[in-house]
């Protein structure tokens, strides 16, 4: 089966509206012939280009108009094709977890991989490298707590935040975060210590 042919398999198999990156198709065949083949599905209409090394299967909503993957599924196609952990920006879990009103102005996301940005119609997915250790919860709720902790800062994490995040996460994600501890800067540990002699006192 030459490349062309078996990426056009694997393409027909790919979900309608779901991004995907060249690195899906390693193993079928030079960089080069990957490349040349995508071009020509693009050419014909099977795929589309939506990004510098992003496609797509072209998803048509009604009365014809094309619908663009949601920017977490670009996030997390980008990251996956590098081997990277992504999180949702702090900004957004701060706004998730009532500590701001304000919506962020861009799509923006922690990766422990390269920082880049991808335009996606009118709007732009930025990836921003962090440190690991703001990625050690990535992927669950426990993690977007963590990404606002970071966010909110020295000045504004209190005793009382760890009190409000125990109040919307379950307890065992709650209890992930506090199992945390090794990752989490002097100030975060002295709130989240300030909300455990606090819990012991109610107790």
Not at 123 to 136: I, N
Request: glycine share 8%; net charge positive; proline share 4%.
């Amino acid at each position: 089966m030459s490349t062309a042919q078996a990426i056009r398999e694997r393409i027909s198999a790919q979900l309608v509206g779901e991004p995907f990156t060249p690195a899906i198709f390693a193993g079928l065949g030079s960089r080069a012939a990957i490349d040349q083949a995508l071009m020509r599905l693009t050419r014909a209409g099977r795929i589309e280009r939506i990004g510098h090394g992003l496609y797509v299967v072209p998803k048509v909503g009604r009365f014809g108009v094309k619908t663009l993957p949601a920017p977490e599924q670009i996030a997390q196609t980008l990251a996956e094709a590098e081997g990277a952990t992504i999180e949702i920006h702090g900004a957004e879990a701060a706004r998730r977890f009532g500590f701001s009103t304000q919506m962020p102005a861009q799509a923006v996301f922690y990766t422990s991989g390269s920082s880049r940005a991808v335009r996606l119609g009118k709007m732009t997915v930025r990836l921003q490298h962090v440190a690991s250790r703001k990625l050690v919860l990535a992927g669950r709720p426990a993690g977007q707590a963590l990404s606002a902790l970071w966010y909110l800062g020295r000045h504004q994490v209190t005793s009382g935040t760890f009190q409000r995040i125990a109040q919307k996460l379950a307890p065992t994600e709650f209890q992930a975060l506090c199992s945390a501890k090794a990752s989490m800067p002097a100030w975060m540990l002295e709130a989240l210590r300030g909300y455990e002699r606090s819990e012991v006192t109610h107790v």
